[in-house]
Nanobody, 125 residues
Framework: EVQLVESGGGLVQAGGSLRLSCAASGLTFDDYSIGWFRQAPGKEREGVSSINIGTGSIYYADSVKGRFTISSDNAKNTVYLQMNSLKPEDTAVYYC??????????????????WGQGTQVTASS
């Protein structure tokens, strides 16, 4: 059974930093892309960043480029999202998701078969 477990969310002031973790189990890590998505109240879920574990290819949404960094620790089957210079508009529930075989469309929700339960990130002004 594939499981994705997010951690690291919390409340920070605008300008602060958080690091999210996504621990994956029940899958062959190298065969997947792992993506981070977020959903703010009243808004659609959107893609934030993604990494193809096998190729190292990385995607960032324009809204987070230069502020967020995605990385992976293959020995721990874990993907991280380092979030710096957080803004109030980054406030959302953040989810990680897994796409078997990678994806050509890293921001597309339907490309991902497995999802975590989400972790709340709040950046206060």
């Amino acid at each position: 059974e594939v499981q994705l477990v997010e951690s690291g969310g919390g409340l920070v002031q605008a300008g602060g930093s958080l690091r999210l973790s996504c621990a994956a189990s029940g899958l062959t890590f190298d065969d997947y892309s792992i993506g981070w998505f977020r959903q703010a109240p009243g808004k659609e879920r959107e893609g934030v960043s993604s990494i193809n574990i096998g190729t190292g290819s990385i995607y960032y949404a324009d809204s987070v480029k230069g502020r967020f960094t995605i990385s992976s620790d293959n020995a721990k089957n874990t993907v991280y999202l380092q979030m710096n210079s957080l803004k109030p508009e980054d406030t959302a529930v953040y989810y990680c998701a897994a796409a078997e075989g990678g994806t050509l469309y890293p921001s597309k929700l339907s490309e991902y078969e497995y999802w975590g339960q989400g972790t709340q990130v709040t950046a206060s002004s």
